[in-house]
């Protein structure tokens, strides 16, 4: 149950951890929290790397509680997997934001024979479809080229840097609408000028929706290219 996530935090074992021994989850932890979390500064972290105290789950339990994590160290598995979402958050995401980088990591995880059976469970596809419906995504037959267009999506317009400067307040430019030719006369000054300003205002709104288009090109480009062939590179083929 912990394999993706600990597949995207690079663990050295990922099919082959055992949460039920001891000594490997108390390892474990000691790696989460020196490479991962990094909660407790490095000279406060001697009691919990104390694998072999038998006041280790007294640590444990108080370090449960400084990361605010809502289970009890009788709840093994439950704390665990909040960890490795902890860990998750602060490898991948910008103040929690989720990244593009981890659905990487996920999908990248598929190359190993026992995680190929994800892309066909059934949680698995519910998941991509609601994100896709979410963020307004194309749906396609694969589930891994919508998760790929969704992580476009969220590297160019979900960041921290592309939130805020979509936030941003746009300052318009003067016009002079006299310099503007309407091409035809209303035969009132006051509509003329009107028709003036939702011409330009057309204009505009034309040349961001060319935008999008190219947006949008080079974003089926990046999902469907084929990386068998390479016309820069001026051959066909690996």
Not at 36 to 60: A, Q, T
Not at 148 to 173: F, M, P, S
Request: proline content about 3%; hydrophobic content about 40%.
């Amino acid at each position: 149950m912990f394999r993706r996530k600990l597949t995207a935090l690079d663990y050295h074992n990922p099919a082959g951890f055992n949460c039920k021994d001891e000594t490997e989850f108390r390892n474990f932890i000691v790696w989460l929290e020196d490479q991962k979390i990094r909660h407790y500064k490095i000279e406060d972290r001697g009691n919990l790397r104390n694998i072999h105290s038998s006041d280790w789950p007294k640590f444990f339990e108080q370090y449960l509680r400084d990361v605010n994590c809502p289970f009890k160290i009788q709840d093994r598995q439950e704390a665990i997997d909040w960890l490795l979402g902890l860990a998750v958050r602060l490898e991948y995401g910008d103040n929690g934001m989720f990244c593009g980088e981890y659905i990487d990591a996920v999908i990248s995880s598929y190359k190993f024979p026992f995680l190929i059976f994800i892309v066909n469970n059934p949680d698995f596809k519910a998941g991509v479809m609601a994100l896709a419906n979410l963020l307004q995504i194309q749906r396609h037959d694969d589930y891994l080229v919508m998760l790929k267009a969704i992580r476009i999506l969220v590297q160019e317009r979900l960041t921290q840097d592309a939130v805020a400067k979509a936030n941003q307040t746009k300052e318009g430019l003067p016009v002079a609408l006299d310099k503007h030719i309407l091409g035809f006369d209303t035969g009132d000054a006051v509509l003329n000028e009107a028709a003036q300003i939702l011409r330009l205002l057309h204009i505009e709104e034309l040349r961001e929706l060319q935008t999008k288009i190219n947006e949008a090109i080079v974003a089926v480009q990046a999902i469907i290219a084929d990386p068998k062939t390479d016309h820069r590179l001026g051959k066909v083929g690996r």
